[in-house]
């Protein structure tokens, strides 16, 4: 691991500490088991949206409609399973999918700006789910209580849910580093021109990152509506922005090419300990929402400051005889 990309996964488990400490000290009960437990079940949903965003960020794009994927799959999973069982939840991530090709083509082969298209699937997604939700009314499963035991209950320390995500983001993590695909991925967002010599196709490649990105969020998508136990088509909103925070926290570079899904799961974790710790202080939602930018800035000079302190210590080792 170059000196380059270390100190940008350090930043997360940096920030979770200090994190910790602080509230630690001023908000009451932030310690207690029942809140590292509440911390662990809630991170999750945005562990799977910020892993997804983090094969969007690798290839130099960005998807600011993964909350509104994730709030229209887990809607349509809820309808599927009130018809079919809790076997129905699996069309989320199907969902997921559609969704992420279609921003993948229109950015990939029709050449459109992340933001125009995302920002257009953001616009249409939300409206769809208000449209089969009946005007936004939730959609209860019928087996709410198989669902939300799913995704409440632990076996062996996490709900089978839970375990289910860290399957998911380890096998990000081995697609990123063991895989051609996550490879050329990465390489696409570091190095565009290098594409085209080891003859891959630079469009097909950002269609899979968003198929990623999209297939991700409809994850988060249906296990949101496990813990819920219901599909709640207004979900998802704001969380965009939640999940880019916590991919950059996590290391991820928003000019492309370095990513590590560990790390940003480990940056999921520091934001959700932060709403939490701010909730428990009983700071207001919307100061929370100001700290969470002021969150991104300081892991942006954290990261550099990192690097830098890396970077003297190689070129001190370099020239020490």
Partial sequence: MSAAIAPRLLVAPAGILAAGLIFAAVAPGFLSLGNAASIAGQAWVLVLLATGQMFALAARGFDI???????????????????????????????????????????????????????GSLVALKGLALLISDDGQAVPLTEAGQATSLAFDPVLGLPPLAWLALVCVLGAQFLLSHATLGKRILMLGANPEA??????????????????????????????????????????????????????IGGTALSGGVANALAVAAGAFFVQVVLTGLNLSGVSPFLAQVT??????????????????????????EISP
Avoid at 90 to 109: D, E, F, H, K, M
Avoid at 217 to 237: K, N, Q
């Fill in 65 to 119: 409609s993964v909350g509104a994927i994730a709030a229209l799959a887990g809607t349509l999973a809820a309808m599927a399973a009130n018809s079919f069982g809790l076997m129905g939840l699996l069309v989320a991530p199907l969902v997921g999918l559609a969704c992420g090709t279609l921003n993948g083509w229109l950015i990939g082969r029709l050449a459109l700006q992340p933001i125009v298209a995302t920002l």
């Fill in 195 to 248: 594409v085209g010599l080891v003859g891959a196709d630079a469009g097909a490649l950002q269609i899979r990152a968003y198929q990623l990105c999209g297939l991700f969020a409809g994850l988060a998508g249906a296990l949101m509506t496990a813990r819920a136990g219901a599909g709640l088509p207004t979900e998802g909103a704001g969380m965009e922005l939640q999940a880019i925070a916590a991919a950059i």
């Fill in 292 to 317: 969470v930018g002021l969150v991104i800035l300081g892991s942006g000079l954290m990261d550099t400051a990192l690097r830098s302190l890396f970077s003297r210590n190689r070129q001190t080792k």
